[in-house]
């Protein structure tokens, strides 16, 4: 703003009433606009506000408003925990997902209160809810639902009469790991002149209960200890050490690396 005859205020000050926002009208002095958001003011209120303007003259004046906050009729709804979440079958059955939910504070004479709030959880495929358990504002969804590497946009509505906040979380199934394992194998003292069998027929694709070990590929490793060549090869899925073949006081090692189309 320009004073008369085209100079500059020589002052421009701000003041409110409410002492916790003088540091913003400090913050706005010599500046003819001052502006602040809700998150600035303290609460539902009345706020009286006044202006005093200076010209190069020295002459003043001073102007007045008032600014009156409502309570908000709107729900806060917040995401609890990571707003982007992976799971894989192997480590759990479920995706659960949980979000806050404040209820908007009751009008004067009412008894408001957050049963007055509706919840609607949605999905961007609404497929994956079906069998889903709802508790609230807690979600719980089938991981075998969820298709591998697909992106769920998941979003609970809170509605306070015709006001509506919503919170959104995505969930990621991620493919599991392959589970290799031996059977009736453990550590051990073994006989040299004995055959030694090895059994993976265990494993499995915990992505695929259906797929048995069959669909797996397998690699056997062996190290000795004192160190030197093993003696023997490993190959398939119940692979056999002929009797003979170890040294005795020797400790071998053999570890079982299962894979599946380039998966481990």
Request: glycine share 10%; charged share 10%; with cysteine.
């Amino acid at each position: 703003s320009l004073g008369s005859g085209g100079q500059p205020w020589k002052d421009v000050v701000w003041l409110a009433q409410n002492a916790s926002l003088a540091a913003a009208t400090s913050a706005a002095r010599g500046k003819g606009q001052f502006q602040l958001s809700p998150a600035q003011l303290p609460g539902a209120g009345v706020y009286p506000f006044t202006v005093t303007i200076v010209n190069f003259l020295g002459l003043n004046t001073s102007g007045s408003a008032v600014v009156q906050v409502g309570k908000s009729n709107v729900p806060v709804v917040s995401v609890v925990g990571q707003s982007a979440q992976t799971v894989d079958l192997a480590s759990s059955a479920t995706l659960l997902l949980q979000v806050a939910v404040q209820p908007p504070p009751p009008c004067s004479g009412s008894q408001s209160s957050s049963s007055s709030v509706s919840l609607l959880w949605e999905c961007s495929d609404a497929s994956v809810l079906q069998g889903a358990v709802r508790t609230q504002n807690k979600l719980s969804v089938e991981v075998a639902r969820l298709s591998v590497g697909t992106v769920y946009t998941f979003t609970l509505s809170a509605t306070a009469g015709s006001a509506t906040s919503r919170a959104s979380v995505t969930g990621v199934r991620v493919a599991s790991r392959l589970q290799a394992c031996l059977v009736g194998v453990a550590n051990g003292t073994v006989d040299a002149l004995v055959p030694l069998e090895l059994n993976a027929t265990c494993s499995r694709d915990p992505d695929h209960l259906e797929a048995t070990y069959e669909v797996l590929q397998f690699e056997w490793l062996c190290t000795r200890q004192p160190a030197g060549a093993c003696g023997f090869s490993l190959v398939g899925v119940v692979p056999v050490v002929p009797a003979g073949t170890l040294t005795p006081g020797v400790t071998y090692t053999i570890t079982l690396r299962a894979t599946r189309l380039g998966r481990m």
